[in-house]
């Protein structure tokens, strides 16, 4: 089951008590104090594993706790230190506090680490507050708890390339055709209801990561339809493929094209000025041809012909795409990588 946001309780291990002692032992008088320190409290890690692709394994388990610090022993023995929780996210999983608001920390290349909450400070033993005024101390202290926080983890999925368009524009198709994804598909809209990745192979010993986005409509930036919630998913891929449904039955392409600009424009311009390829879809139909080539010199643009079923210009796009990503990675050694890692708005 896909989850890309989740809210969960996580508490660091609370360190241990100090211990109080004395060294009796026979032949050593006036021993003094011996009592050690307590252990350290674990931590709650959050780390980004590429074996993760979404927050359900997070789901129902209540509040995340780390491991507590043991006491101190006499002998002036440490107690040991609690185990740390490490909770595995995908990458491209942003953390944030619940209550407050906030960005804790954005989890976007794999293996990147985030201490959720800390572990407890430990109790000192009586050894500590041994003076050479007060060689007998009785003071020792208890261990202090873990921090507590409520952390709302919000998925925003990495990919090269991310497909949107209208619902049933063939973005669901596109991809099985592409890749090995199996996405469900239909003929009625909102069939895609989950975000799904696929790898396409570009040719050259070349691969890129394509994303499924669920269909988005008007005033899908102001919360409408269900593509509202998946417009997060688009700000991590580095380019976009708008998909355009050229067949007799569906919108008028190019209102549905420039519908679709409006809505990225009114969430992020920065993410509507990010490279892009325009392509029109299901041609193979009848008339969709006439209407392909009318969308086409209105938008005064490129656009590429489409036929996922009969397999038409899916070479030529392999070609484009790889490209587009290629330019990309030249330009990107820096402004670019932040772009595609870490998106300038934060919708969440």
Same mark, same amino acid.
């Given at each position: 089951m896909f989850l890309d946001e989740i809210r969960i309780s996580v508490r660091g291990g609370k360190g241990g008590q100090g211990c109080m002692s004395f060294r009796r032992e026979k032949y050593v008088p006036r021993g003094g104090p011996d009592g050690g320190d307590g252990g350290d409290g674990g931590a709650v890690i959050l780390l980004a594993d590429p074996m993760e692709s979404s927050l359900h394994p997070l789901r129902g388990q209540g509040v995340f706790e780390a491991g507590n610090g043991r006491p101190g022993g006499p002998n002036n023995c440490t107690g040991a230190r609690g185990r740390d929780l490490v909770l595995r996210v995908p990458p491209g999983t942003v953390v944030k506090d619940a209550l407050r608001g906030n960005v804790l920390g954005d989890l976007v290349e794999p293996g990147a680490r985030l201490v959720a909450a800390r572990g407890g400070k430990r109790g000192r033993g009586n050894k500590a507050f041994a003076t050479s005024t007060n060689r007998a101390p009785r003071r020792f202290e208890k261990g202090l708890p873990g921090e507590e926080r409520e952390l709302l983890l919000v998925l925003k999925l990495i990919a090269d390339v991310g497909l949107i368009g209208l619902p049933n524009a063939g973005k669901s198709t596109l991809l099985s055709v592409l890749s090995a994804a199996r996405p469900k598909i239909a003929s009625y809209p909102f069939t895609t209801l989950r975000p799904c990745l696929g790898i396409v192979e570009l040719g050259e010993f070349r691969s890129c990561v394509m994303a499924d986005i669920p269909g988005l409509i008007e005033g899908a930036s102001e919360g409408k339809g269900l #593509? +509202? %919630?998946?417009? %997060? +998913?688009? $700000?991590r891929t580095r380019i976009l493929l708008h998909l355009v449904d050229c067949s007799e039955d569906a919108p008028d392409p190019f209102e549905a094209y420039t519908g679709i600009r409006k809505e990225l424009e009114a969430y992020s311009p920065q993410l509507a000025g990010r490279p892009s390829l325009v392509a029109g879809t299901k041609i193979e139909g009848p008339g969709a041809e006439a209407r392909f080539e009318a969308f086409a010199e209105a938008l005064e643009s490129p656009v590429l012909p489409l036929s996922s079923i009969r397999h038409r210009g899916l070479k030529e796009l392999r070609r484009r795409i790889s490209e587009l990503l290629a330019g990309e990675a $030249? #330009?990107?050694?820096? $402004? #670019?990588r932040q772009r595609? #890692? +870490?998106p300038p708005a934060d919708r969440g």
């Open positions: #593509g +509202h %919630r998946f417009l %997060r +998913h688009v $700000e $030249e #330009g990107d050694s820096g $402004e #670019g595609a #890692g +870490h």
